[in-house]
């Protein structure tokens, strides 16, 4: 065998090429697949990844410059990662190396960074008599390390004695009297397992034990059940098993940061091992720790949100997906993959099995079953002794315009609040008032770089931009025709949390929005207020729909369900029934029956009447032959070719050149429609447009539709604007 001549290393740009260097002799043993190095690249130094050997490159080889340096053993990516990350930069049409550091901890794209885990430690150094006297703080920190009679002593310790000691710590340091030193940690094994005793429901048994005889091999299950089934149950008996096998290592996806501490605090009281989290809400330096931990096999339980996808796990044996519908599995920014997806591929790359959980399952999910990809299990009682709640419908039409609660909604209210019971009232618009309107030449605020009105925020007497946060001073007189008859039109949760004062003073309502949660540990604590009563009525956006168990809510009324109906973009309904079935889950999941009232102006609108009087899977049924007779997806797969600019024109002008060179590169199985405006052309002062690719089958051609994407990459137009690819988009902007 040859010895390797070049190297092939990913760097962290958008240009979907790696990048040969030569191998100087003494580097060449150090490489392997997936470690970091130090390459030159025009007059800069770049960390980038080493992805495999090569005898051949295309450049000159007097042309190529040489490695520098190889920054980690053992390498940061596994081969299974590499592989998965692989697949997915070309099933999305994405660089490889910046996929690879979109998966990388940001710690880690900084050289500084070890790949390894290390402790802090403080040594201590000898020190001269009465060189501390006029330095108290340090004098005590000083004496207490040498009381100590060790050589050294730990930083999380020293840390925990003087919590407020980071001046001090340095000034010791900088005159040598401690020295600061990182000691790496052993590498030792993976804890074991202990599970607290479980108590299931026939269902949940069944359910269990037919799981467990598919951990094998690859499987995908849909678990399908009601709000309140206790599918976690389900889970942690399926994850006992796993967990019984030495080292094996079990990955969780959750939809959102917020529902990360209720889930954890559950997997922490059922399991006694140390459990991995990680999200992007986490300091640099927690993010990497954790993530080395997991990848070195040290953690058993990781329970994450979508990018957690990518971390590598060398024992991984079962993958979990909580609420597999949500929206935000999707990365909507630079590397733009589904996690859901990316995970079906990770399990069967491994051959382990993965469940996807919900109530409302996806159309995508729900189709693949049909196609006898996905296996289904379902769960249709509460486990609990509640049963699933009343929904009923309020015909808003007979309600006064201005009016926000019905009459209906409102005695339902009253009757459920005497009975000392707590009320959610589901809206989910944040904010005052949507509209502030001129009464007198018919002028609304609109934000100067969206196309969108600005929604008024009462708590802070301004006007937002809820798309670019664009923020405003609410003006006296109008922008037009200066008249003082300005009026806020339609409703935002402070405004229901304003009514509300005045219509049920007698009880306190508490506002469950992005705006009420935003400092740390609001969430948590606004959680633990609604359980402890302190609140009866709680108002709130979708922030409410998820994964929440309220035992004493025994009334929902989802204050105005139309936005979804009349959306122009397909899947808009989809989402409104799924939102509309989790919120009305919140209902009576204890011994009361639950009631949901539905406010709406479109009572007779077949699809949610199926929705509200049959259930989810009847009404997915229908709706999911609608998208079969229109051959919208899960019938046929959808790829996005976005473009922005501030200059309409330049938009419009890349996506016609592109379109017009695709007759060259795609087979005709693939049709192109646009370039198609959205709904909201103008967003953060941009101009945006996309061109729609349809193919019959998924990821068929991607090869082909690579060519074509180069070859954009090249088009003169493409300067002008930032385009993006989007395989499989989930909306219509
Ligand atoms: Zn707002
Ligand atoms: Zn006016
Ligand atoms: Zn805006």
Same mark, same amino acid.
């Given at each position: 065998m040859n010895t390797p001549k070049f190297a092939r290393i990913a760097l962290d740009n958008p240009l979907r090429t790696l990048f040969d260097y030569r191998i100087p002799a003494h580097l060449s043993a150090q490489l392997v697949p997936g470690c970091r190095v130090w390459v030159p690249f025009g007059k800069r130094r770049l960390i980038g990844i080493f992805i495999q050997f090569t005898q051949h490159s295309v450049i000159p080889s007097k042309k190529l410059k040489s490695l520098q340096q190889v920054i980690d053993e053992p390498p940061v990516f596994d081969p299974q990662i590499l592989a998965l990350l692989t697949w997915a930069a070309g099933y999305y049409h994405y660089s490889l190396g910046a996929a690879l550091f979109t998966a990388l901890p940001p710690a880690l794209r900084k050289a500084e960074t070890r790949a390894q885990l290390s402790h802090s430690c403080w040594l201590i150094n000898s020190l001269p008599d009465s060189a501390l006297q006029r330095a108290p703080k340090q004098q005590a920190i000083y004496a207490w390390c040498q009381q100590q009679q060790q050589a050294t002593i730990a930083h999380d310790q020293l840390k925990q004695q003087f919590p407020d000691s980071q001046s001090a710590l340095k000034a010791l340091s900088d005159k040598g009297y401690l020295t600061r030193q990182e000691i790496a940690l052993p590498m030792s094994p993976p804890a074991c397992v202990d599970s607290q005793a479980l108590t299931l429901s026939n269902a949940q048994a069944q359910l269990s034990e037919q799981l467990q005889r598919q951990l094998e091999h690859f499987n995908t299950t849909l678990l399908e059940g009601v709000t309140g089934s206790g599918k976690t149950e389900v889970y942690f008996s399926v994850m006992e098993t796993v967990l019984r096998a030495p080292a094996s290592q079990i990955l969780i996806l959750v939809p959102e940061i917020g529902l990360t501490p209720q889930l954890l605090a559950r997997v922490e009281k059922q399991f006694s091992c140390e459990i991995g989290v990680l999200h992007s809400n986490m300091s640099d330096q927690q993010r990497v720790s954790t993530w080395l931990k997991i990848s070195r096999g040290r953690l058993r339980i990781v329970i994450g949100t979508r990018l957690a996808v990518f971390t590598p796990m060398p024992q991984l044996k079962l993958i979990i997906i909580d609420e597999e519908h949500d929206a935000s599995f999707k990365q909507q920014e630079g590397f733009v993959y589904h996690a859901r997806d990316v995970a079906i591929y990770r399990a069967k790359q491994a051959d382990i099995p993965i469940i996807l959980g919900s109530a409302t399952p996806s159309f995508e999910s729900l189709h693949n079953v049909r196609s006898n990809k996905f296996h289904h299990l379902r769960l249709t009682q509460r486990a609990q002794a509640g049963q699933l709640p009343v929904i009923h419908t309020c015909? #808003? $039409?007979? %309600? @006064?315009? +201005? +009016?926000? *609660?019905?009459s209906t909604l409102t005695r339902a209210m009253q009757h459920h609040l005497a009975q000392n019971k707590q009320v959610i009232l589901f809206l989910n618009r944040r904010g005052y008032a949507p509209t502030l309107f001129c009464h007198d030449c018919g002028w609304i605020a609109r934000c100067p770089r969206c196309d969108a009105n600005l929604t008024y925020h009462a708590t802070r007497a301004s006007l937002y931009c809820h798309h670019c946060d664009t923020q405003a001073p609410k003006p006296d007189l109008c922008g037009d025709c200066q008249s003082s008859n300005l009026i806020l039109l339609g409703h935002g949760t402070q405004r229901i949390e304003h009514v509300l004062q005045q219509q049920f003073a007698d009880y306190s309502c508490i506002r469950l929005d992005r705006d009420s949660t935003r400092s740390k540990g609001s969430m948590e604590s606004i959680l633990h207020d609604i359980h402890s009563h302190k609140y009866q009525i709680i108002i709130g956006t979708q922030l409410l729909a998820k994964g929440h168990d309220f035992p004493d809510v025994s009334l929902v009324g989802i204050l105005d369900i139309d936005y979804g109906i009349y959306s122009a973009d397909f899947r808009a309904m989809e989402r409104s029934a799924q939102l509309l079935i989790q919120v009305a889950g919140r209902a009576g999941r204890r011994q009361t029956q639950g009631e949901v009232y539905v406010q709406t102006h479109n009572p007779d609108h077949p699809l949610l009447n199926l929705l509200i009087k049959a259930d989810y899977a009847q009404y997915a049924q229908q709706a999911l032959k609608i998208r079969a007779d229109y051959q919208l997806p899960p019938y046929s797969y959808h790829m996005a070719l976005r473009a922005r600019a501030t200059d309409s024109q330049n938009v419009h002008t890349f996506l016609n050149q592109a379109k017009s060179i695709a007759a060259d590169y795609l087979p005709a199985q693939i049709s192109i429609q646009g370039p198609i405006i959205p709904v909201m052309e103008k967003k953060a002062g941009q101009y945006r447009a996309f061109l729609l690719l349809i193919r @019959? %089958? $998924?990821? #068929? *051609?991607s090869e082909q539709i690579q060519h074509w994407i180069d070859q954009i990459s090249t088009l003169p137009a493409a300067r002008r604007v930032h385009w993006t690819i989007d395989v499989d988009p989930i909306d219509a902007h």
């Amino acid at each position: 065998m040859n010895t390797p001549k070049f190297a092939r290393i990913a760097l962290d740009n958008p240009l979907r090429t790696l990048f040969d260097y030569r191998i100087p002799a003494h580097l060449s043993a150090q490489l392997v697949p997936g470690c970091r190095v130090w390459v030159p690249f025009g007059k800069r130094r770049l960390i980038g990844i080493f992805i495999q050997f090569t005898q051949h490159s295309v450049i000159p080889s007097k042309k190529l410059k040489s490695l520098q340096q190889v920054i980690d053993e053992p390498p940061v990516f596994d081969p299974q990662i590499l592989a998965l990350l692989t697949w997915a930069a070309g099933y999305y049409h994405y660089s490889l190396g910046a996929a690879l550091f979109t998966a990388l901890p940001p710690a880690l794209r900084k050289a500084e960074t070890r790949a390894q885990l290390s402790h802090s430690c403080w040594l201590i150094n000898s020190l001269p008599d009465s060189a501390l006297q006029r330095a108290p703080k340090q004098q005590a920190i000083y004496a207490w390390c040498q009381q100590q009679q060790q050589a050294t002593i730990a930083h999380d310790q020293l840390k925990q004695q003087f919590p407020d000691s980071q001046s001090a710590l340095k000034a010791l340091s900088d005159k040598g009297y401690l020295t600061r030193q990182e000691i790496a940690l052993p590498m030792s094994p993976p804890a074991c397992v202990d599970s607290q005793a479980l108590t299931l429901s026939n269902a949940q048994a069944q359910l269990s034990e037919q799981l467990q005889r598919q951990l094998e091999h690859f499987n995908t299950t849909l678990l399908e059940g009601v709000t309140g089934s206790g599918k976690t149950e389900v889970y942690f008996s399926v994850m006992e098993t796993v967990l019984r096998a030495p080292a094996s290592q079990i990955l969780i996806l959750v939809p959102e940061i917020g529902l990360t501490p209720q889930l954890l605090a559950r997997v922490e009281k059922q399991f006694s091992c140390e459990i991995g989290v990680l999200h992007s809400n986490m300091s640099d330096q927690q993010r990497v720790s954790t993530w080395l931990k997991i990848s070195r096999g040290r953690l058993r339980i990781v329970i994450g949100t979508r990018l957690a996808v990518f971390t590598p796990m060398p024992q991984l044996k079962l993958i979990i997906i909580d609420e597999e519908h949500d929206a935000s599995f999707k990365q909507q920014e630079g590397f733009v993959y589904h996690a859901r997806d990316v995970a079906i591929y990770r399990a069967k790359q491994a051959d382990i099995p993965i469940i996807l959980g919900s109530a409302t399952p996806s159309f995508e999910s729900l189709h693949n079953v049909r196609s006898n990809k996905f296996h289904h299990l379902r769960l249709t009682q509460r486990a609990q002794a509640g049963q699933l709640p009343v929904i009923h419908t309020c015909d #808003m $039409r007979n %309600q @006064p315009a +201005a +009016a926000i *609660l019905s009459s209906t909604l409102t005695r339902a209210m009253q009757h459920h609040l005497a009975q000392n019971k707590q009320v959610i009232l589901f809206l989910n618009r944040r904010g005052y008032a949507p509209t502030l309107f001129c009464h007198d030449c018919g002028w609304i605020a609109r934000c100067p770089r969206c196309d969108a009105n600005l929604t008024y925020h009462a708590t802070r007497a301004s006007l937002y931009c809820h798309h670019c946060d664009t923020q405003a001073p609410k003006p006296d007189l109008c922008g037009d025709c200066q008249s003082s008859n300005l009026i806020l039109l339609g409703h935002g949760t402070q405004r229901i949390e304003h009514v509300l004062q005045q219509q049920f003073a007698d009880y306190s309502c508490i506002r469950l929005d992005r705006d009420s949660t935003r400092s740390k540990g609001s969430m948590e604590s606004i959680l633990h207020d609604i359980h402890s009563h302190k609140y009866q009525i709680i108002i709130g956006t979708q922030l409410l729909a998820k994964g929440h168990d309220f035992p004493d809510v025994s009334l929902v009324g989802i204050l105005d369900i139309d936005y979804g109906i009349y959306s122009a973009d397909f899947r808009a309904m989809e989402r409104s029934a799924q939102l509309l079935i989790q919120v009305a889950g919140r209902a009576g999941r204890r011994q009361t029956q639950g009631e949901v009232y539905v406010q709406t102006h479109n009572p007779d609108h077949p699809l949610l009447n199926l929705l509200i009087k049959a259930d989810y899977a009847q009404y997915a049924q229908q709706a999911l032959k609608i998208r079969a007779d229109y051959q919208l997806p899960p019938y046929s797969y959808h790829m996005a070719l976005r473009a922005r600019a501030t200059d309409s024109q330049n938009v419009h002008t890349f996506l016609n050149q592109a379109k017009s060179i695709a007759a060259d590169y795609l087979p005709a199985q693939i049709s192109i429609q646009g370039p198609i405006i959205p709904v909201m052309e103008k967003k953060a002062g941009q101009y945006r447009a996309f061109l729609l690719l349809i193919r @019959p %089958q $998924r990821g #068929m *051609l991607s090869e082909q539709i690579q060519h074509w994407i180069d070859q954009i990459s090249t088009l003169p137009a493409a300067r002008r604007v930032h385009w993006t690819i989007d395989v499989d988009p989930i909306d219509a902007h």
